[in-house]
């Protein structure tokens, strides 16, 4: 019983305190408004000269509201009625009159012209002092994301005050990646008016950072030093630091190449990995599958065009509406043409190349010939900040991951389904598989609108790296036959792996030599490739592929 009334006081002592602080918090900004509101009455009628104290105060009070006022002042949007001295926030609209929302309430008031209200006058001198200011009160923020922003900003564009509070906040900040930074913004500091001693110690806090900052700091300060003496302490300190940083530039270079080589794979899979199957079992030359991505971009705009509200699924639907309708298209195209040309593959391949002039068309017929813009969900937006020079854009990194499921998941359909029993029947001994009562006929159509299904999920992907078009498919198509006869006519880890490869070098060879010279090499070397291993690196097995 003595216990239950210890804890029932505790608790009732503990709900106490709580309130207390809660009511204290409350007062506090209740007295911040006020000091803010009389501040505030001030502003209409400061002089100019007399501005700067004034803005300090009011930086100073505390209040919710500061930040947002302070900007709109830097802006030069903080006017006042005329009529009453009232400060607003006034916007221009297109018919020569401001909307009007009350500075501290936010409320908005009625329209009116320029007449009815006064900007509050700044110059170049109290916006500069804002700024200050207000990125003082982003290194106090609660948030730790504000603070680190912060502090990165003030290290490409330092000031006075910011560094004065770096210096003060530095010991006390709990998040130990913020506190990290503050140090290096200081060491930038102590390095250009430091004692050499001190410009010593910030060098070794400096080296190895990545920031541009740092590196253009590092390299004046050497420029300072190398005049005075070059063979000095400080100067091989100063050309070993710099050097360290431009080795792990090159390397993170190197893996941003990589990164872009293999999203370019991954485009180049998408492409050619539906091209692969119906080359291997069909032998068709299908120029029309270019448009077949084309089809599924459009998809894409479709589906973001019905459901505007939808945008961060929009992707998600557009997958299988894209496999849907160009596989259908596709199934069309084979039971209609295709199958009337087998073993022609003069007439196959200039068959299917007009009906890729027709679909382009229809596009344009329907859609117009302007190129359309597909929306990026939100979630594919940004980038993963690794470090300050190297970064992972969402969209390919989503679309690098996307294609390997694509692939696996193809991989298992022609591995463990009788589909993929009867596909890979038909490829090897097409006479053989009919002898054991396989269809090869519905097998070609099935086959054909499977490739055509997965060049429309490419074309998904490929409206998040560029236009829509009616000629979107046609700048992927030779790249598709490259990678199908690079990988192995028919062979779905071939396809990968010439897709990874071609896309890599691309990238590689396209600083030092450009896309265009990039291409011809590449071109080049594949062509010298394919006289030495005319089947690719992974050449189809079985007795129709001798």
Request: with cysteine; net charge positive; aromatic share 6%.
């Amino acid at each position: 019983m003595l216990r239950l009334f210890s804890l029932l006081v505790f608790c009732l002592m503990s709900w106490h305190v709580a309130a207390d602080d809660h009511l204290a918090t409350a007062g506090n900004e209740q007295q911040a408004e006020t000091t803010l509101a009389s501040l505030l009455k001030q502003l209409p009628n400061t002089k100019l000269n007399k501005m700067a104290p004034l803005i300090k105060k009011i930086a100073a009070t505390s209040a919710p509201q500061v930040p947002a006022i302070l900007e709109t002042l830097q802006a030069g949007e903080l006017y006042y009625l005329k009529a009453n001295k009232q400060l607003v926030h006034a916007q221009r609209t297109q018919h020569k009159k401001y909307d009007l929302t009350d500075l501290l309430s936010n409320a908005p008031l009625p329209s009116v012209t320029s007449s009815a209200i006064k900007k509050v006058r700044t110059n170049n001198r109290i916006r500069r002092q804002i700024g200050d200011l207000l990125s003082n009160m982003e290194l106090n923020a609660k948030d730790p994301a504000i603070r680190l922003e912060a502090v990165k900003q003030l290290l490409d564009s330092p000031n006075k005050v910011g560094i004065k509070s770096v210096t003060l906040l530095h010991d006390n900040e709990p998040q130990s990646k913020i506190r990290e930074l503050m140090s290096v913004v200081l060491a930038v500091e102590q390095l250009k008016a430091g004692t050499e001693a001190e410009k010593l110690a910030a060098v070794s806090i400096l080296t190895g950072r990545l920031e541009p900052a740092v590196k253009n700091a590092l390299v004046k300060a050497l420029d300072n030093s190398t005049a005075l003496s070059d063979k000095s302490e400080l100067t091989r300190a100063l050309s070993h630091a710099i050097d360290k940083i431009e080795q792990q530039g090159d390397l993170y270079q190197i893996a941003d190449h990589l990164f872009f080589g293999l999203s370019l794979g991954s485009v180049l899979l998408l492409s050619a990995i539906g091209l692969a199957i119906t080359f291997g079992v069909m032998g068709v030359i299908n120029m029309a599958h270019g448009e077949m991505m084309m089809l599924g971009a459009y998809t894409t705009y479709v589906i973001q065009q019905t459901f505007p509200t939808l945008i961060e699924y929009s992707l998600l639907m557009a997958i299988p509406a894209a496999f849907v309708v160009s596989g259908l298209v596709g199934i069309i195209i084979e039971r209609g043409v295709i199958r009337f040309l087998k073993g022609r593959p003069l007439e196959t391949l200039l068959a299917t190349f007009g009906i890729s002039l027709i679909l382009q068309q229809l596009v344009r017929t329907i859609f117009s010939p302007l190129n359309r813009q597909v929306e990026a969900p939100q979630w594919m937006s940004g980038s993963l900040d690794i470090n300050p020079i190297f970064s992972l854009t969402y969209n390919r990194l989503y679309i690098i991951l996307f294609a390997l499921m694509v692939f696996f998941s193809l991989l298992m359909i022609l591995k463990k389904s009788s589909l993929g029993l009867h596909v890979r029947a038909v490829s090897q001994n097409r006479d053989m598989a009919r002898a054991l009562s396989i269809k090869s006929s519905w097998v070609d159509a099935i086959t054909f609108g499977l490739g055509s299904g997965i060049a429309g999920i490419a074309g998904v992907a490929l409206s998040q790296l560029t236009n829509v078009g009616p000629n979107l498919g046609q700048a992927y198509i030779i790249d598709s036959f490259l990678v199908v006869v690079f990988g192995g006519v028919g062979n779905l880890w071939g396809t990968l792996v010439a897709a990874m490869t071609l896309g890599t070098f691309n990238k590689f060879l396209e600083p030092s030599m450009g896309p265009v010279l990039a291409n011809i090499i590449v071109l080049v070397g594949l062509i010298l490739f394919i006289q030495k291993r005319p089947k690719g690196l992974f050449p189809q097995k079985g007795r129709a592929a001798e």
